[in-house]
């Protein structure tokens, strides 16, 4: 298909997401060479930002050329060596995945899980890092598959208090919702380009700390033959890294002063998250984390006065992710369908054991604003209306708008 020609949507999955006019014009800026003086400008700038980004005053903090999972695999490769103890809880369909790659990368990968639609308590995944003594918990923090946002702080605390490493999936809540790396002992988190930074998907930004940095070094002198005994009797013995491409030391020489060549870098895409940052450090992350609890109290309120049954209410929502329970004897898929055959409205569907059970709303980025939100309402009434289903007619948008009159004073801005 011709891309001039591609048809409007109101996008409001959990990712990808709309992107603001200004990252789209970003990205059709001129190709400037990855050493350029401007470039390397750009990309010291990026990584200032991404440090505000995760709320860090890490030295590393840049983005991996691949969609969001290339960064969670590059964290993984980096730092697990054949046989390392990896704890992993499993609350949906990320957790899985993080099981899977610790797996190909040949962890001893032992995993908790807990029923879809609910989070961990911390005293358990804690007792159970006790327990097995892993070297790693790899965690994700906003599970898009069942909208669960996970607490952290506490088992951060106690990795740290462990000798243990914690790796953090945030890219569901990064630029959506507070990820405090620094406060919540995170020694590597991963983000995402394609959510709440309505950026394209293309690239993962991550950051990490010295405990991390130091097992890249050990790794590093191994793989180049300069290991000493003191390297090789370190708990990390220092085994090659298994990944070229995903190799963090690598790419840490290539961020650093020193720009030593690993690949040519994704030129766009790094012109779109300098934008898409420079966009959300000028909003203000309290104010970006305000707004999309705003629209979601809304969204809320409409889905629930149509007579809708929310899959997740409990204090541990995520923000950005709304799962609405599928009325009894509706097609799930054929409902969304619908609604993008005739309004252009796109919704979600899940995973697993909840595909087909509930519809995924995502209220993320550019995305997250009052017409989207009064709009994948009424397509949506419209839709089961249409196929049968019993709701309250009429009601989903008059409550949104409730809301928004209500709040509107103290809102304005939103």
């Known amino acids: 298909m011709d891309a001039s020609l591609s048809p409007k949507r109101t996008i409001m999955t959990p990712g990808p997401v709309e992107v603001d006019h200004r990252v789209l014009r970003a990205m059709s800026a001129p190709i400037l060479g990855q ?19 995760f709320q860090t005053t890490n030295e590393w903090a840049f983005p991996i050329n691949g969609t969001s999972r290339s960064g969670i695999e590059a964290v993984l490769a980096s730092l697990i060596e054949p046989g390392d103890r990896v704890l992993v809880p499993v609350y949906g369909r990320f957790g899985h995945l993080l099981v899977e790659i610790c797996e190909r990368y040949r962890a001893d990968v032992w995993k908790i899980e807990c029923e879809w639609g609910t989070v961990f308590n911390e005293e358990e995944v804690i007792a159970q890092m006790h327990a097995i003594q892993p070297k790693m918990i790899a965690c994700v923090h906003g599970e898009t ?12 605390k106690a990795c740290r208090e462990q000798d243990c490493l914690f790796v953090v999936d945030a890219v569901a809540t990064i630029g959506g919702t507070d990820v405090f790396v620094d406060e919540w002992c995170i020694d590597a988190a991963i ?63 290539y961020w650093s002063p020193r720009r030593l060549n690993h690949h040519t870098e994704a030129t766009s895409m790094l012109y779109a998250l300098h934008e898409g940052l420079t966009l959300l450090l000028e909003e203000g992350l309290p104010h970006r984390f305000a707004r999309h609890a705003y629209h979601e109290k809304a969204l809320i309120a409409g889905l629930t006065a149509m007579g809708l049954e929310l899959f997740v209410t409990h204090e541990h929502k995520l923000p950005m992710v709304t799962c609405v329970c599928v009325p009894e004897g509706l097609d799930a898929d054929h409902v969304r369908a619908f609604m993008l055959r005739h309004f252009g409205v796109e919704i979600a569907s899940s995973f697993g054991p909840l595909h087909g059970k509930i519809w995924r709303i995502g209220t993320m980025g550019s995305s997250c604003r009052k017409e989207n939100i009064l709009f994948v309402l009424a397509a949506l009434e419209a839709a089961l209306i249409y196929n049968g289903a019993k709701v309250e007619a009429g009601k989903g948008v008059q409550a949104a708008l409730v809301y928004y009159e209500q709040k509107k004073n103290a809102c304005s801005t939103f």
């Open 145 to 156: 598959s069942t909208g669960c946002m996970q607490p952290l702080a506490q088992i951060g």
């Open 35 to 53: 050493f350029d003086p401007a470039f390397t400008d750009m990309m010291n700038q990026t990584m200032d930002q991404l440090r505000k980004l």
């Open 191 to 253: 983000g995402g380009t394609q959510k709440c930074l309505s950026i394209p998907a293309g690239m993962a930004p991550i950051t990490y700390n010295k405990r991390v940095e130091a097992i890249l070094g050990r790794r590093k002198k191994v793989e180049r033959g300069i290991a000493t005994a003191d390297d090789q009797n370190t708990p990390t013995q220092g085994a090659p890294i298994a990944s070229n491409y995903f190799d963090l030391a690598m790419l840490q020489d």
